[in-house]
């Protein structure tokens, strides 16, 4: 660790992981209850259940986020943080605030916990993955700002790099397009039309120019190569990313009341969207092909690697499965856009968070990396999550084309749950899947408690300045 102020990261990737594992474990209760509708019922309605799942899925990203900010930027810009203390204390009142609201869902009828956060004052609750009272979400506009303020600081009096200020253009964009989840419109059609501001514009807009600066930070620090080289990729892969995915907005505006033109806009510039995500993995395979040393923390690089290739293939391919207007005509809201959004969000953000974790925690702790056996068990639990979810978004994506064709596309169309009883075995495999999942997150969890890690202070000359390097010409030559 380079700078003792890198070390507030600390308490951010904690929370992540234990609001990754809520989140999880409350997927598996609303697993369980597609087949078995009464399970938990009436204490955790499925309602509820999906409310935690989602809403817990977004902040520990976000929790994830801010960690690698903090310990990325310091790193990268030179300098110690501006504001520590400022940083602990928004990490308390984002991580008291997340539980507070994730108390209220469980322990409040919806409709009551919006009389007494005062949503009839200024309306903003009831609507998918923006569910929060309107007090939380003032909250979050203030953790928000406070965080900018700090990192903004930070990088205006150190050096000034392509990561960073990449990484500061999503963060500042989050923070802007999370703005239009106070405006909430009684017309249906325009409340969807600015919902996606919000919900598309973070997770196919600007949370992906935080996944490429995360990536490319990493590539840099387990590989070596000249930074220069990634900053070049990094530059035409954002550009890629802002083209297609802003105007590929309009992939979600086909059937919702707005003009017919959407319907082309939307399909040609979301047929371009794996583009960028291709490219990822391209970038991310030539930079390890072209390392100019093998990092010791092995387990880090596959998560890396990982990333880019599951980014791909969720976000680029399987969203490229039902994204153009004659297909999503049938598709859209089935199992096959759940199984779109579980991989994608595995694999382009799930995963860069893990990635991050992965190398910055051994050296938050005074080592380099986790010890082999501790990688070992870490690459497993890397391979239990993935394939899992590999296995998950099939058995999804299979339920959706059966649903599709029982009940859209066949001359003697079926109901809703008529359909759903034809495709029970799915949900069942899915379920199976998901406790696999688990399984290999508690095997990530683990792996940090195993011992044997080698300590910073053990290590060699040599091994010490690989630590140090930054991938920079002057750093390689050193």
């Not at 809403?55 to 520990?60: A, D, E, M, P, S």
Request: charged share 10%; with cysteine; net charge neutral.
């Amino acid at each position: 660790m380079k700078y003792e102020s890198q070390r507030v990261a600390m308490p951010y990737f904690v929370a992540a992981i234990v609001l990754f594992v809520a989140q999880i474990l409350f997927g598996l209760i609303m697993g369980l209850q597609y087949v078995v509708g009464d399970f938990l019922f009436p204490e955790i309605p499925f309602n509820v259940a999906r409310m935690v799942h989602t809403n817990t899925l977004i902040v520990w990203l976000l929790m994830g986020f801010m960690g690698a900010a903090y310990y990325l930027i310091p790193e990268e810009c030179e300098t110690e943080l501006h504001s520590p203390k400022l940083a602990l204390i928004m990490f308390w009142v984002f991580f008291v605030a997340a539980g507070l609201t994730v108390a209220g869902y469980l322990l409040v009828p919806y409709a009551r916990l919006a009389e007494m956060t005062g949503n009839a004052i200024w309306p903003t609750m009831g609507r998918e993955f923006l569910e929060q009272p309107t007090i939380t979400k003032i909250g979050i506009v203030v953790v928000a700002l406070a965080f900018l303020y700090n990192l903004g600081m930070t990088v205006l009096k150190g050096r000034k790099t392509v990561v960073s200020l990449v990484l500061m253009m999503g963060l500042i964009g989050l923070a802007v397009f999370f703005l239009f989840a106070f405006y909430n419109p009684t017309n249906l059609v325009k409340d969807k039309f600015w919902w996606w501001w919000t919900v598309h514009l973070w997770v196919e807009g600007v949370w992906e120019l935080i996944l490429g600066s995360i990536l490319a930070f990493v590539l840099i620090k387990v590989t070596g190569v000249d930074r220069e080289i990634i900053e070049k990729w990094l530059y035409i892969i954002i550009a890629m990313v802002l083209i297609t995915g802003i105007i590929g907005t309009g992939h979600h505006y086909y059937w919702i009341g707005t003009p017919e033109y959407w319907q082309w806009w939307g399909s040609i510039f979301s047929a371009l969207e794996p583009i960028p995500f291709f490219m990822m993995t391209v970038f991310a395979f030539n930079m390890v092909n072209k390392r100019r040393r093998n990092h010791p923390n092995k387990a880090a690089t596959l998560w890396a690697l990982g990333c880019a290739v599951m980014a791909f293939l969720g976000a680029g391919v399987w969203g490229f499965l039902h994204t153009l207007a004659p297909v999503n005509y049938y598709t859209h809201g089935t199992q096959i856009t759940a199984a779109h959004g579980h991989l994608a969000f595995y694999g382009a953000y799930v995963m860069i968070v893990l990635a991050i974790i992965s190398y910055a925690v051994p050296i938050l702790r005074g080592r380099e990396a986790n010890g082999e056996k501790a990688q070992v068990i870490e690459m497993w639990s890397f391979w239990l999550m993935t394939v899992s979810m590999v296995f998950l978004t099939l058995f999804l994506t299979a339920a959706g084309i059966l649903q599709v064709y029982l009940q859209r596309y066949s001359d003697t169309p079926l109901a809703f749950m008529a359909t759903q009883d034809k495709i029970e075995l799915f949900y069942w495999l899915r379920f199976l899947a998901g406790v696999i999942f688990l399984g290999g997150l508690v095997a990530y969890v683990y792996s940090f408690f195993v011992p044997g890690e080698k300590k910073a202070s053990d290590m060699g000359p040599v091994e010490k300045r690989a630590a140090d390097t930054d991938g920079s010409p002057a750093a390689a030559s050193a």
